[in-house]
């Protein structure tokens, strides 16, 4: 048996939802109220997206195996010249090729 039931679950998982909502739609309620948004404000906004790419990377190059690590180059490779469409198309199809032909 585990330590939370189904419905335990349920009720976790709408409350994440819930405090997402809270926090996306808080963030707009108060960045609306303001005719300018202060420089300092505006340069931790632009650095937001650099740093939750940073969280999700890292661990993955660090922690995953060498066809993880090939797999992540290649798309960086591929998406420094096209979108993002090609590069994750990139990655999946390298760390495919080396995880069914690669001894």
């Known amino acids: 048996m585990s330590l939370f039931s189904s419905?335990?679950?349920v009720i976790v998982i709408l409350l994440a939802g819930?405090?997402?909502y809270l926090t996306r739609i808080g963030g707009h309620a108060v960045i609306s109220r303001m005719k300018t948004v202060p420089p300092?404000?505006?340069a931790a906004l632009d650095a937001v997206p650099a740093a939750v790419?940073?969280?999700l990377v890292v661990p993955?190059?660090?922690n995953g195996g060498?066809?993880?690590r090939v797999a992540m180059l290649a798309a960086l490779l591929v998406g420094l010249r096209f979108a993002a469409i090609p590069a994750l198309?990139?990655?999946w199809a390298v760390v495919l090729?080396?995880?069914t032909f690669a001894v």
Do not use: I, K, N, Q
């Open 7 to 9: 419905s335990h679950m």
């Open 18 to 20: 819930l405090a997402t």
């Open 40 to 42: 300092r404000l505006e």
């Open 53 to 55: 790419l940073t969280t």
């Open 60 to 62: 993955a190059f660090a």
């Open 66 to 68: 060498w066809d993880t």
């Open 89 to 91: 198309v990139a990655g």
């Open 97 to 99: 090729a080396l995880r």
